[in-house]
């Protein structure tokens, strides 16, 4: 079946279907993994958004339960140059194909992914729609292709954080120590595992809990996990942050938990060009003076030269555009980082910020 992805600009790139058939409409952008499809697939960050991935073969080591960041995926649609049919592993349960028509996600493949991925590198992340329709570059369908291009530049990513964070607060290892609260802004599942393998308990708390039901749970430390969207768009939930730092409880915010904290502490957050999505990011440390690769999925970022004097300082830098990647806090006790020590899908040079955040809180322990 032909498939077609047809761009905000009016561009249209002819393709294949692979996945459900239909019509969807997301923002366009592109991921430089070479691995980690499916974990991109069901990331909550990765929310009402179309997924471009550059490198040329997807699916080649198939899809499995036990590699899902979520229940579901989270992405609007996808784009591959290929999608293998013939995925070769152990710990395959099926192909990219299956996994995607299960979960009723249009996808397009025979697309030049590199020539897409210039256009969103020159031009910026843009809308854009996936059909399988009918041909929107047909003269014929002139009409309908309007129509749809409205839908598209009409398209906005809002309710993020309310889409994709629990419903109810979840336990993981009730015996473990110390006790950890896990704020779920569209949390990966790593997260958990990562501080459980540590011997934590973790309680994983719906995004918009308040500071009373937060410190009702006695916690020794919180986590502040990544997620979706605009972060000056969930207001109530930067404002619960101001009164939660109040508690003094030692704190550790990823991705999208580092820039609401950035913006409760009363730094500015900017929507970048298109983004940093992919498991090759450098990120140079300061006080070490050593550069990481890391993990990244995000669209905006921190105003790292703008930062209120009595706030903290910025830690950690993008090596390849100066963004800000990191923040050690003053004013609480506090810091986060714009990039995934959790990642799995990619290098695991940071993963020890587990250890420092778990450092600091026994440190307070032990200071009571």
């Not at 996936?130 to 014929?140: G, K, N, R, S, V």
């Not at 500071?211 to 969207?229: E, F, K, T, Y």
């Not at 003094?248 to 409760?264: M, N, R």
Request: aromatic share 8%.
């Amino acid at each position: 079946m032909n498939a077609y992805l047809l761009l905000a600009n009016g561009m249209v790139f002819a393709g294949q279907s692979v996945g459900a058939a239909g019509v969807t409409v997301g923002e366009v952008v592109f991921a430089t993994g070479m691995v980690g499809f499916e974990e991109t697939l069901t990331d909550p960050s990765y929310y009402g958004q179309i997924i471009t991935q550059t490198y040329p073969l997807i699916g080649n080591y198939g899809m499995n339960r036990w590699d899902m960041e979520s229940d579901k995926v989270w992405a609007r649609g996808y784009i591959v140059r290929e999608a293998c049919k013939t995925p070769s592993n152990w710990r395959a349960e099926e192909t990219l194909d299956s996994f995607l028509k299960k979960h009723n996600i249009i996808g397009i493949e025979g697309v030049d992914t590199r020539h897409l991925t210039r256009v969103i590198r020159e031009s910026g992340v843009m809308n854009g729609a996936i059909l399988t329709e009918f041909d929107p570059a047909d003269p014929a369908n002139r009409d309908r292709t309007e129509a749809l291009l409205a839908q598209v530049r009409a398209y906005a990513v809002t309710g993020a954080v309310a889409a994709v964070t629990c419903a109810q607060p979840e336990v993981h290892n009730p015996a473990g120590a110390p006790h950890i609260v896990l704020m779920d802004y569209g949390c990966k599942r790593n997260i958990v595992r990562c501080l459980v393998r540590r011997g934590c308990k973790v309680t994983v708390m719906p995004a918009f809990s308040t500071a009373a039901q937060v410190a009702a749970l006695c916690p020794d430390g919180i986590m502040l996990s990544n997620g979706p969207g605009d972060p000056a768009e969930p207001v109530q939930a930067v404002e619960n942050l101001r009164e939660i730092f109040a508690l003094g409880v030692p704190t550790f915010g990823i991705c999208l938990g580092h820039q609401l904290s950035a913006l409760a502490a009363g730094a500015k957050t900017t929507k970048l060009k298109y983004g940093h999505r992919g498991a090759n990011q450098p990120v140079t440390d300061f006080a070490s003076g050593r550069t990481f690769i890391t993990s990244q999925n995000h669209g905006y970022a921190v105003v790292g030269d703008e930062l209120p004097p009595e706030m903290g300082a910025v830690a950690q830098v993008n090596a390849n555009d100066g963004t800000c990647e990191g923040i050690q806090y003053k004013k609480w006790n506090c810091f986060t980082v714009q990039f995934h020590p959790e990642a799995n899908g990619g290098p695991k040079d940071t993963e020890f910020l587990f250890d420092r955040f778990l450092a600091n809180v026994k440190q307070a322990k032990e200071a009571r």
